[in-house]
């Protein structure tokens, strides 16, 4: 507010007069767009009391009373909601209807509660933390892998997510830090003295960042970590929310503007319906301010320490990411995070688009440059994966990896894949899910009667459905997960191996 009234000041009387009736016209017609879209239905405006939140970090401090007021919430959830939601034909895709095809309390495990794989013989620890409006699910796959590689593996609820998306109306990003923080408190009473390790997906690679930023400043003046906030031996971050359209800047009027009486439908920035079982279909506007919020924070304060130098200290950094992505900045992950690193084993493993000759001339020309900004650039501190075309007259597909303040890749490294004849990129959501997901993979299982989302494609006239042609179009599993898997298991080795040498060197001084 601040802020326009210095704008309008500039302006004079009738330019700041003209400049107002314009922002309030924008707003009015934004207003009536939303109002004459989908209404919102009881999971849009339940209210769960039993939901955990940074005001109960003082009462609510171990993983077995989360689990039991997740336990509660859950409880909550049936009866304020799926006892009052009808079921019948009519309902066969709604998450909330009982006993309906995306029904998520039919399938065994309910992947949006808090699970634990605790391997015969651990050798350390792994925190899931998935992004916002999804649940566990995200990170199953990479979970089950690690845990079959002897790691114990915590993947995380967040607060306000798995249940209703009304969740996603009051949820802060406070919540969810006081959450990463009981996680890692548990896997560190668990595995003492073993390595940890956070993967984090979207916005949980926000929180993973936050997390290792509080346990590398809760270190005392000799260096030594605070036992209650262990510093983890490495992170992997998947698709990060490092930096998100500035659009989220507004969303603050949004929320004060979705207060008023007959305005509730402004708190959303999307109502669809709900017939994904592990994810919400609907997103707020809260939702985009507190991962705006977390974003300005963490930036901010490395920007901070890199003042003072290159950042050292900070956790061996796997990320992961596509060189186009709709709802996160990749050239934020480089800026704002990996290039103000010291060269301490951190790596950026990117996606390239398909470059396939017939393909190329359909993109945006301005699409896709960060891969040509980073391939020559030999002051980077990091190291470089960049999965591309072998050629632009071929499908198949490469990985050429560049060393850290190195002017050239390598060393490049036939995969066994190639680009599916439907895909042009990689996007967001669909890094972590491999092709053969039950839910988002590129065929549906066999003999199952459960509602499957992966190569959706319905033909038809336009304006018919009530889902959006660009969700149907967005690739929801990953080509090369198992490239990336294999990559992400053998980091995250590395990283163990790294931190437990750096602990008996400074045992041993």
Avoid: C
């Avoid at 000041?9 to 400049?19: E, P």
């Amino acid at each position: 507010m601040r802020r326009t009234l210095r704008i309008l000041k500039r302006l004079g009387a009738w330019g700041g007069i003209a400049l107002l009736g314009f922002l309030i016209g924008v707003i009015v017609l934004y207003v009536l767009w939303v109002r004459s879209g989908p209404q919102t239905q009881l999971w849009h405006d339940v209210e769960l009391e039993q939901e955990f939140s940074a005001d109960r970090a003082d009462t609510i401090n171990d993983l077995g009373q989360y689990l039991a007021l997740e336990e509660r919430v859950f409880r909550e959830l049936d009866e304020k909601v799926y006892a009052h939601t009808p079921t019948g034909p009519d309902q066969a895709l709604n998450r909330f209807s009982t006993g309906s095809g995306s029904d998520p309390r039919a399938r065994e495990p309910n992947w949006n509660r808090t699970f634990e794989l605790i391997p015969p013989q651990p050798r350390g620890g792994v925190l899931l933390l998935h992004g916002m409006s999804d649940g566990p699910y995200s990170l199953r796959a990479l979970g089950l892998a690690m845990a079959e590689q002897g790691y114990q593996v915590l993947g995380l609820r967040m607060p306000g997510h798995g249940t209703a998306p009304a969740g996603l109306l009051s949820v802060t990003w406070e919540d969810m830090a006081a959450a990463t923080r009981l996680g890692m408190a548990h896997l560190a009473e668990q595995r003492a003295g073993q390595p940890l390790h956070i993967v984090g997906y979207s916005t949980g690679a926000a929180l993973a960042v936050d997390y290792a930023l509080e346990a590398m400043a809760a270190r005392d003046a000799e260096g030594q970590e605070d036992a209650r906030v262990p510093v983890p031996a490495g992170l992997v971050l998947v698709s990060p929310a490092i930096g998100i359209t500035p659009a989220a800047a507004v969303t603050p009027w949004l929320v004060r503007l979705s207060r008023l009486p007959g305005l509730e439908q402004v708190a959303w920035t999307t109502l669809l319906p709900e017939f994904d079982p592990f994810n919400y279909n609907a997103f707020s506007a809260n939702a985009s301010l507190q991962v705006h919020r977390m974003t300005r924070s963490a930036t901010a304060r490395l920007q901070r320490l890199a003042r003072q130098g290159p950042i050292r200290g900070f956790p061996s950094t796997l990320v992961l990411l596509t060189e186009v992505d709709a709802t996160v900045s990749p050239d934020a992950a480089v800026d704002n995070l990996l290039g103000l690193l010291a060269a301490e084993g951190h790596e950026l493993f990117l996606y390239d688009l398909n470059r396939l000759g017939v393909v190329s001339p359909l993109l945006v020309a301005d699409t896709a440059q960060l891969n040509q900004r980073l391939l020559g650039d030999d002051r980077l501190p990091f190291a470089l994966t960049l999965i591309t075309n072998a050629a632009a007259d071929t499908r198949a597909v490469v990985a050429r990896r560049k060393p850290p303040f190195s002017p050239a890749p390598t060393e490049t490294e036939a995969l066994d894949a190639q680009w599916p004849e439907d895909t042009i990129s990689l996007s967001h959501v669909d890094l972590p899910f491999p092709p053969d997901d039950p839910l988002y993979g590129r065929y549906p299982p066999k003999d199952s009667h459960e509602v499957f989302l992966g190569q959706a494609a319905f033909r038809g006239e336009r304006g018919v459905l009530k889902i959006p042609a660009q969700w149907l179009l967005r690739l929801r599993h990953n080509p090369f997960y198992d490239y990336q898997e294999r990559r992400v298991l053998s980091w995250i080795d590395e990283a163990s191996r790294r931190a437990t040498r750096s602990e008996a060197q400074s045992s041993e001084n």
